[in-house]
């Protein structure tokens, strides 16, 4: 039988957190889910060398600890050793994803994104997470921004399948169709 790499990812991102949450540093391991994303995101050639087969677990793992060890939980660092023995190096990527989306869920945390064609202030940061809390109940809000002039003003606001689009290039369009209509 064919297991997934995502499946197994699930399981194993499952397993930290209720690991994490009797040991109570559920906190800890997020920071550290986070720390692995932004290394991630700036080396991206690092999650390559643990995808790549030819190099050996050992070397992958002589690299995990000299850039991690000190920098994150024990508990998080044993899930790389536990990777690294059982040369599953290469999913570390999928199972903080996993372990991101099961903690959010655990928190009742939602992710938001808006699209505005400016910076937005902290007081208009604030107005779009209790927007997005009253369209989907939820105790945080994770707010993405995104500036996107081609909307021309207003905002688009997306919190899981919902999209608020108040932008007034949505707003134009619908007119002009509305009167290409009535033309004819």
């Not at 995990?64 to 190096?89: A, D, G, V, W």
């Not at 990527?93 to 991101?100: E, G, K, N, S, Y």
């Not at 937005?120 to 779009?128: A, C, N, P, Q």
């Amino acid at each position: 039988m064919y297991t997934s790499n995502i499946q197994v990812a699930s399981r194993y991102a499952k397993s930290l957190l209720k690991q994490a949450i009797d040991m109570g540093v559920l906190d800890h391991v997020y920071k550290d889910a986070l720390f692995f994303k932004k290394v991630g995101k700036s080396h991206k050639t690092l999650f390559r060398v643990l995808h790549n087969p030819i190099i050996k677990n050992e070397t992958k793992l002589a690299i995990l600890t000299s850039i991690f060890q000190s920098r994150i939980h024990p508990l998080t660092f044993h899930l790389l050793k536990l990777l690294s023995h059982r040369k599953r190096e290469g999913i570390l990527p999928t199972i903080i994803d996993t372990f991101l989306e099961q903690y959010y869920i655990y928190r009742g945390i939602k992710a938001a994104s808006v699209t505005t064609t400016f910076r937005l202030s902290d007081d208009l940061i604030r107005y779009f997470k209790n927007l997005a809390k009253s369209l989907v109940p939820c105790k945080e809000v994770i707010l993405k921004e995104y500036v996107n002039p081609s909307i021309q003003g207003g905002f688009v606001l997306r919190i899981e399948d919902q999209q608020l689009d108040n932008s007034l290039a949505t707003r134009l369009h619908k007119l002009k169709k509305q009167y290409s209509i009535a033309e004819y």
